[in-house]
């Protein structure tokens, strides 16, 4: 079974290789398609809060590092105009995590009728 963002199977990603520097970056980033199957399990176990979950992380797992950092940091409450928050959405649809992206508009809804916007 494949696990790994990189597509080495999982049964390669051992601590000993990890200690020995013989995995990349990618070989410890869990792949979309795991997270949308986590999605749907949690979805056949009448858990549709965390099947959503599954999802937007599956969409988050299409970006590297840097950018969700920045995707965290721009919500922060203070740190992005409304529409800063819409260009970050565009972004997002064009990954495609449309997903994520709906959140961003919630979020920047929410923080313009709480005066939370920068």
Request: include cysteine; proline fraction near 4%; hydrophobic fraction near 45%.
């Amino acid at each position: 079974m494949t696990n790994a963002f990189s597509g080495r199977d999982s049964a390669d990603l051992t601590l000993d290789r990890l200690a020995r520097d013989e995995l990349e970056t990618d070989d410890v980033r869990i792949h979309p398609q795991t997270l949308a199957r986590q999605a749907e399990v949690a979805e056949r176990h009448a858990n549709p809060q965390l099947a959503a979950n599954f999802r937007r992380a599956a969409e988050l797992a299409l970006l590297d590092e840097q950018q969700v950092l920045s995707l965290y940091e721009s919500l922060r409450p203070h740190r992005a105009t409304g529409e800063e928050l819409e260009a970050l959405a565009a972004r997002l649809d064009a990954v495609p995590a449309p997903l994520c992206a709906a959140v961003v508009r919630e979020a920047a809804e929410v923080y313009a009728r709480r005066g939370l916007l920068a």
